[in-house]
Nanobody, 124 residues
């Protein structure tokens, strides 16, 4: 069974930065889009961003545009979420997900494989 392994979460002060990493347990997603979602307590899971595997095109939610960047290292088969200028409202569990859909899907239902989630807490 393929797993997505996330790392890099933690506690950071507002204005700080964190980088999350996501690596599949095996090379099963060479042509898949890789996305990031987050879920805050009492809220629904929401789309953060996605990167298309074939050409590296990325799409972001308006709430993180200009602050978050998704990148991928094909050699390491790893996707990253660089988060800068973090705000307390960015506090959530962040999930990595993989989709066999072409392009840059943005709905959770398009993603068949999910990581276990990593906590990001931004303090004031």
């Amino acid at each position: 069974q393929v797993q997505l392994v996330e790392s890099g979460g933690g506690l950071v002060q507002a204005g700080g930065s964190l980088r999350l990493s996501c690596a599949p347990s095996r090379r099963a997603f060479s042509s898949a889009a890789m996305g990031w979602f987050r879920q805050a307590p009492g809220k629904e899971r929401e789309f953060v961003g996605v990167i298309g595997w074939s050409d590296g095109t990325s799409v972001y939610a308006d709430s993180v545009k200009g602050r978050f960047t998704i990148s991928r290292d094909n050699a390491k088969n790893t996707v990253y979420l660089q988060m800068n200028s973090l705000k307390p409202e960015d506090t959530a569990v962040y999930y990595c997900a993989a989709s066999n859909s072409r392009g840059t899907p943005q709905y959770a239902s398009n993603f068949a494989f999910w990581g276990q989630g990593t906590q990001v807490t931004v303090s004031t």
